[in-house]
């Protein structure tokens, strides 16, 4: 069954401390992977996307890692800001159909 | 810049009360979802269309229903709302192509009283 599994639920840390978020995936065929973030009340948003070739990828304060083998991807947040206090997704899509695959998300809080 | 809106942010309801939620996106898109978000649940798929007057269940579609008469727009029905339904409902569209990004609108949450 293919499966997204995220953890920490929940996690909470200071302004300007680094992080890292974890998903693992049970998706075959794989396509590729997303790190959405969405803020409270509103819609996901595209943060990165991964495909199988791609190990690491980084869009500003943000870095995500796949790896293919093991089947586990990572978000490293760097000098959090109180703007990242939010919910991030973890999306995984297959070759073989359009639907995705979501994670619960971690919700993550960053206080001063 | 992709758009995708919704029709209210906030809607309340009373159970047996027929809901359109209406979802509206203008970058041509031809791939349209329907998602609904609960907590500890994530993200999962009511209905989606390919195209205009397509439509295709997803995982949970008993209680809902679908309309794609215009490209632009994908609206989904609750025929007789029940409390059960109360949920954050997200729209999202995408090109057809299966590696494109989908983009979400900025969500209706719907509360059955």
């Known amino acids: 069954k293919n499966q997204v599994e995220q953890s920490p639920q929940s996690l909470i840390i200071l302004e300007g401390k680094n992080c890292t978020l974890q998903?693992?995936?049970?998706?075959?065929?794989?396509?590729?992977l997303r790190w959405y973030k969405q803020d409270t009340g509103r819609g996901p948003v595209s943060l990165t996307i991964?495909?199988?070739?791609?190990n690491t990828k980084s869009n500003g304060r943000y870095t995500a890692t796949l790896d293919a083998d093991t089947k586990q991807s990572s978000l490293h947040i760097t000098a959090s800001q109180l703007s990242d206090s939010a919910s991030y997704i973890c999306?995984?899509?297959?070759?073989?159909?359009?639907?995705?695959?979501f994670g619960t998300g971690t919700r993550l809080q960053v206080f001063p | 810049d992709v758009k995708v809106t919704q029709s209210s942010r906030y809607l309340v309801k009373r159970t047996g009360e027929k809901v359109f939620l209406e979802c509206v996106q203008d970058?041509?898109?031809?791939?349209m979802f329907w998602y609904r978000q609960d907590p500890g649940l994530g993200l999962r798929l009511i209905y989606f269309?390919?195209?205009?007057?397509?439509?295709e269940k997803g995982d949970i579609p008993e209680g809902y229903s679908v309309s794609r008469e215009k490209k632009e727009r994908f609206s989904l029905i609750l025929e007789s709302a029940s409390t059960n339904q109360t949920s954050m409902y997200l729209c999202?569209?995408?090109?057809?192509?299966?590696?494109?990004?989908?983009?979400f609108g900025p969500g209706t949450r719907l509360t059955v009283t």
């Open positions: 999202a569209s995408k090109w057809r192509e299966r590696s494109y990004e989908q983009y």
């Open positions: 999306v995984v899509s297959a070759s073989n159909t359009d639907k995705l695959i």
């Open positions: 998903c693992n995936y049970t998706v075959s065929p794989f396509s590729n």
């Open positions: 269309s390919y195209d205009v007057k397509m439509k």
């Open positions: 991964m495909t199988f070739s791609e």
């Open positions: 970058m041509d898109h031809e791939n």
